[in-house]
């Protein structure tokens, strides 16, 4: 289901508890549509488009954050279709961005002649193996590895989180990330490492069209440089980040 079916779900569902005889027809007929429509975005077999979600946002009464946060899961289903490529983290699956090595350890996986076991990773990162072994427990468990003979092997990727939509566990994801490059700064030699700033005006206006430059430069720069043989695992970081107040 995607994640703004998720959201159409969930008002139904509060209707529901607060009317028990309340149906899903009489959902459908509250978003001026038909059940079996309504059934479709629950089974993936319709998707959500922006205009639609806006007429429904508006039959629902939502308030105005409800309806922009409606509005960008469509947006972000939409742009996931678009890039099938890309495997879009769900829920449950972001609150492992908040601790940097669990996606350091898939990105592992993917590294020429590299021996997966839980005592390699551990080196390798510098990390306990204990916490080498219940990651890959975890990540099991969410289908982002499988286990082939006893060998750890990354699912399908490359893995991406939602775009523009608020979530506590990026926002401890960014903060741990930079935390860890704090920490480390001053041990890892400056020809393996780049860290640089810019800082310039802008007209916030534009700020949108920002956002899409940094996503399609990142994109593109893995893309190319993720292709053929791997050594070495890296982190890359792009904040763009107001100084000034409006």
């Not at 978003?31 to 429904?56: C, D, H, P, V, W």
């Not at 839980?118 to 219940?134: C, G, Q």
């Not at 990727?157 to 566990?169: E, L, N, V």
């Amino acid at each position: 289901m995607s994640r703004a079916a998720q959201f159409l779900l969930n008002q139904y569902n509060k209707r529901k508890l607060k009317n028990p005889r309340y149906s899903m027809r009489a959902f459908a007929r509250d978003l001026q549509s038909n059940s079996g429509r309504i059934s479709q975005y629950f089974s993936g077999e319709r998707f959500l488009s922006a205009k639609t979600a806006k007429k429904i946002s508006q039959r629902l009464h939502l308030d105005p954050a409800e309806e922009e946060y409606f509005i960008r899961l469509v947006a972000s289903d939409t742009a996931s279709r678009k890039s099938p490529r890309y495997r879009v983290l769900k829920d449950d699956e972001l609150a492992l961005t908040v601790e940097w090595h669990h996606f350091a350890i898939t990105s592992l996986l993917t590294l020429k002649n590299f021996d997966p076991t839980p005592a390699n990773i551990a080196e390798r990162l510098n990390i306990p193996e204990t916490t080498v072994k219940n990651s890959l427990q975890t990540l099991e468990r969410l289908g982002l590895i499988t286990n082939e003979d006893g060998t750890p092997v990354r699912s399908e990727g490359p893995f991406i989180t939602t775009s523009d939509i608020p979530s506590r566990f990026l926002r401890l994801s960014h903060k741990n990330k930079l935390q860890h490059i704090i920490d480390n700064m001053d041990q890892v030699p400056l020809d393996k490492r780049d860290l640089s700033t810019i800082t310039f005006s802008v007209d916030e206006r534009k700020l949108p069209q920002m956002k899409k430059a940094i996503l399609k430069f990142r994109r593109k720069f893995a893309q190319e440089y993720t292709n053929g043989s791997k050594n070495q695992v890296y982190m890359m970081c792009i904040e763009l980040f107001p100084l000034s107040r409006s």
